[in-house]
């Protein structure tokens, strides 16, 4: 904030008539300020939640894929595989973190595509103009994608016991705080991509390039046990498996089977034959997430 003093006007001395001269008033110009930055950070996000409330369809239509996924794709692998996993313990169990996971991937994403949109109809320009730094802007962007991601994931989250997954507070409150990870990571990928995208139907084709493999390499719907050497190297690299093995993890931890399947499915993401802890895999998601914000409010600075 700065204040810039108003001038008053000159006395009129020709008429003899004497007038006091005012007290200059002080003008507050916007902008500059850490409280413009988090009061616009607020409105950016509280823009993305309206707008996704308002939007029933969209809610509605993004949960299809994931149901599908885990009803009917779970179902049919259950079927194939076998049921001879332990008490209480069949294959949807195992694809549950990762459909929950796949739930935060693309709703996230998608929220990223607003910002196309909002570059081709010119609503985008008029935030840049905003009086305040563009690095809020990023920042009010991906709190609300991946408020928007969080809160489609707990609609999956609702149905855990439909799989055999226990409602235990415990498993509940972990799952949450690693779907706000993933939700954190997604929308800041999202964001740095559509920055530098003009055109909706160019975004579309770029994220159907990573959001698949992110997706597939995850071990969202195979373990990452006994991979080949080419596979189990690409899913070392995909980001989206050090969340997936940690939700994964904690859903085993509350189920009761032998340790044999435990160590299956939920063996963790190995590097040369060395389990990686449940902290380091976090760790690397939650600075990966930090990396990719500062990458995308660079390029939102770039944004012309």
């Given at each position: 904030?700065?204040?810039?003093?108003?001038?008053?006007?000159?006395?009129?001395?020709?008429?003899?008539?004497?007038r006091h001269r005012a007290a200059p008033v002080a003008v507050r110009v916007t902008g500059g300020r850490l409280q413009d930055d988090i009061r616009a950070v607020g409105m950016v996000w509280r823009r993305e939640l309206i707008r996704f409330s308002r939007n029933r369809l969209r809610i509605i239509t993004s949960l299809v894929q994931p149901?599908?996924?885990?009803?009917?794709?779970?179902?049919?692998?259950?079927?194939?595989?076998?049921?001879?996993?332990?008490?209480?313990v069949d294959f949807r169990t195992f694809m549950f973190p990762g459909v929950v996971a796949m739930t935060v991937l693309f709703t996230a994403i998608f929220s990223s595509v607003s910002i196309v949109w909002d570059r081709e109809f010119g609503f985008l320009r008029e935030m840049l103009v905003a009086?305040?730094?563009?690095g809020a802007?990023?920042?009010?962007?991906?709190?609300?994608?991946?408020?928007?991601a969080t809160a489609q994931a707990l609609i999956m989250l609702a149905l855990a016991g439909l799989v055999d997954v226990p409602y235990a507070p415990s498993l509940i409150f972990t799952l949450l705080g690693e779907m706000v990870l993933a939700a954190v990571l997604i929308t800041a990928l999202g964001t740095a991509l559509a920055s530098r995208m003009a055109q909706v139907e160019s975004f579309q084709v770029v994220m159907q390039f990573v959001v698949l493999p992110l997706f597939f390499l995850?071990?969202?719907?195979?373990?990452?046990?006994?991979?080949?050497?080419w596979l189990a190297v690409l899913t070392k690299f995909d980001p989206l498996a050090y969340v997936v093995d940690p939700m994964r993890r904690a859903v085993f931890s509350h189920v009761h089977t032998s340790p044999a399947v435990r160590t299956l499915f939920a063996g963790g993401v190995t590097w040369n034959?060395?389990?990686?802890?449940?902290?380091?895999?976090?760790?690397l998601t939650a600075v990966l997430g930090a990396?990719?914000?500062?990458?995308?409010?660079?390029?939102?600075?770039?944004?012309?």
């Open positions: 904030m700065s204040e810039v003093p108003v001038a008053a006007p000159a006395p009129a001395s020709s008429t003899g008539v004497v149901v599908l996924f885990l009803f009917v794709l779970g179902t049919g692998l259950s079927a194939l595989v076998g049921r001879g996993f332990g008490p209480g009086p305040v730094r563009r802007l990023v920042v009010g962007k991906c709190a609300g994608g991946a408020t928007v995850s071990g969202a719907l195979f373990p990452l046990r006994d991979l080949p050497t034959g060395w389990t990686v802890p449940i902290g380091i895999e976090l760790g990396a990719l914000l500062g990458i995308a409010i660079y390029a939102f600075g770039k944004t012309d």
